[in-house]
């Protein structure tokens, strides 16, 4: 029976959930699962927050994206499945040996090939980020992206809760004492079969993308461009590299030149200082280093990424566009980075309550909240439901507030039961405080709506010769607010105080709100329709003139 169009889209939203959770499935494996693990095994605690660094291919994917956008697998590979699918098939199976060997190395026996077998854990598993998103991107339609964002958010969050949650569940020293118990190499022994099975689907189920256009030579550029992408890597590698060096050993002397006669004149006590020294090094480790890698990627000749970004920039507003994404999430990022430590050393939640509220509810509401704002962006288009899902993190904020003012006690709460489902348990009857659970519900279901648009909005500005690239640089700047405004977060919070903190992460989601009021033109552009002319993504529409594919 042949495929009808609205079998071929429920096809397509189905691959996009499962890769969702293929994607999903690695990180905690690299965080706080392997953290976990380490703690159980009696590794000290100056190792495993050393360790926490083997989560940096994360933050760095953009370097290595272009790559995957230029090159194919060999011949074999690339003709049965296409760029796309044959980078997935082979993440995937890499990654499902990598987390079998990790499984295999004690890490009290051997802490150095441990770390080393996490690294690579983490960078197949960014890798497998990239090309997921690229896929995605490539499939989906202009219609379809509201809709496939929420069921790739929904099952990022499945894997979360699986590798992240349960797991620690299944370890629990309790369940091993009874005998139901598993062992942590077990745990990653399953994950690593569930990604030899997220290998199989790729090859088998995921639907076929049309051959994807060329990557162009940049200006001047040979047309064998392929040498100037690997020692472009390279050579932004080592400027990346230099750039921590000089942080690490000139930006504190810097700092310390340029605000420590101004922080010794104010009454902050020495620990404190110390803290707002390093932020200050930290920035201008950026200042420094992201320009050094731009000049050595041109220099360098890194033809696919320098394509990426000048097909990009060639875009009607993406400069705006970009501020736009590092401050869309800004406000949302700043009140979550410091979440736990608030809910229990501030309002003194019991850890259960925390557990159970911020780490299970929360997620199934983030799930609930994705779903449902994938769903209004049907009726609602891009810019609309860009405005009313950032209004609503906005106020998600004033929530947290409420609670740093109002304290725990104010709402009528409940007592969860105990329950044992077989693969997940909870011990005892745990009380919830109703105003905790008015806010975390909130702030979760808010923010998946958010999230939906947010990656929907993101989808819609790549073009699909650079998807790889430029949904990967992009996704870089949208994780700015996420990873750089912890140390931020928190020398603010010990010196202003919950209260005011809350309201000034509400503050810092009012200036992208502002700016989509601008952007309304453009981002209703970037909603129109695509054409046979136009490609799956209005990123397409770049000033070369070169030719478009239309979305599968």
């Known amino acids: 029976m042949p495929w009808t169009p ?101 890490p009290r026996d051997g802490i ?28 989906l339609t202009p219609a379809e992206r509201g809709m496939g964002a929420s069921l790739g958010v929904m099952g990022y969050r499945l894997a979360m809760i699986l590798s992240g949650g349960i797991a620690l569940i299944w370890t629990d020293p309790a369940q091993a004492a009874a005998g139901t118990g ?44 392929g040498g100037h992408d690997l020692r472009g890597f390279v050579a932004v590698l080592l400027a990346v590299a230099l750039g921590a060096w000089l942080t690490d050993r000139f930006g504190g002397t810097v700092a310390r030149t340029m605000v420590g006669p101004l922080l010794e004149s104010t009454s902050l006590p020495a620990p404190l200082q110390k803290r707002w020294l390093d932020l200050v090094a930290l920035l201008l480790g950026i200042a420094l280093t992201l320009p050094l890698a731009a000049w050595t990627a041109r220099r360098a000749g890194f033809t ?70 994938g769903a209004l962006m049907l009726k609602l288009g891009l810019w609309r439901s860009l405005m009313a899902f950032g209004v609503l993190q906005l106020l998600s904020n004033l929530g947290f507030w409420w609670l740093a003012v109002s304290g725990k006690g104010v709402l009528p709460g409940l007592t969860l039961p105990a329950f044992d489902w077989g693969f997940v348990k909870l011990a005892t009857p745990t009380p919830v405080d109703g105003g905790l659970l008015m806010v975390v519900a909130f702030e979760n ?76 033109r453009e981002v209703d552009a970037l909603d129109a329709p695509a054409t046979p002319a136009d490609g799956p993504a209005a990123g397409d529409q770049i000033a070369s003139g070169a030719s478009r594919q239309s979305s599968a």
């Open 304 to 373: 696919t990424l320098l394509s990426g970004l000048d097909s990009y920039f060639s875009q009607k507003g993406a400069a705006a566009f970009l501020l736009f994404i590092v401050l869309y999430k800004l406000g949302d990022a700043f009140a979550g980075s410091l979440m736990t430590a608030f809910l229990l050393k501030s309002m003194a939640y019991t850890s259960a309550e925390v557990g159970v509220v911020n780490k299970v509810l929360g997620l199934w509401m983030t799930i609930g909240g994705a779903l449902l704002g």
């Open 445 to 520: 279901i808010s923010g998946g709506m958010g999230t939906a648009a947010f990656v929907a909005f993101l989808m819609s500005l790549c073009n699909q010769r650079f998807t790889a690239t430029q949904f990967a640089l992009l996704s870089a700047f949208a994780s700015v607010g996420r990873v750089w405004v912890g140390p931020l977060a928190g020398v603010l919070a010990e010196s202003i105080g919950w209260p005011t903190f809350f309201l000034i992460s509400t503050a810092l989601a009012l200036p992208a709100l502002l700016m989509l009021q601008g952007l309304r």
């Open 6 to 106: 609205s079998l071929q889209r429920l096809h397509r939203l189905i691959a996009v959930a499962l890769l969702g959770f293929a994607s999903g499935l690695p990180l905690a494996l690299t965080g706080q699962a392997m953290q976990a693990w380490l703690t159980l095994d009696g590794i000290d605690l100056a190792t495993i927050g050393f360790l926490s660094l083997v989560g940096l291919p994360y933050t760095f994917k953009f370097l290595w994206a272009p790559l995957m956008d230029r090159y194919e697998l060999p011949a074999a590979i690339a003709s049965r499945w296409g760029r796309r699918r044959g980078w997935l098939v082979a993440t995937q199976l890499l990654l499902a040996l990598a987390l079998w060997a990790l499984a295999a190395t004690e």
């Open 182 to 225: 598993w062992s942590w190499p077990e745990v990653y022994r399953f994950m690593a079969l569930l990604m030899a099975g997220a290998a199989v689907v790729s090859a088998l189920l995921l639907p076929a993308l049309p051959p994807l256009p060329p990557v162009p030579p940049a200006a001047g550029a040979t047309r064998n461009g």
């Open 112 to 139: 150095r090939a441990f770390a080393l077998l996490a690294v690579a854990v983490a960078f197949l598993s960014a890798s497998q980020d990239v090309v997921v998103d690229a896929y995605r991107t490539d499939l």
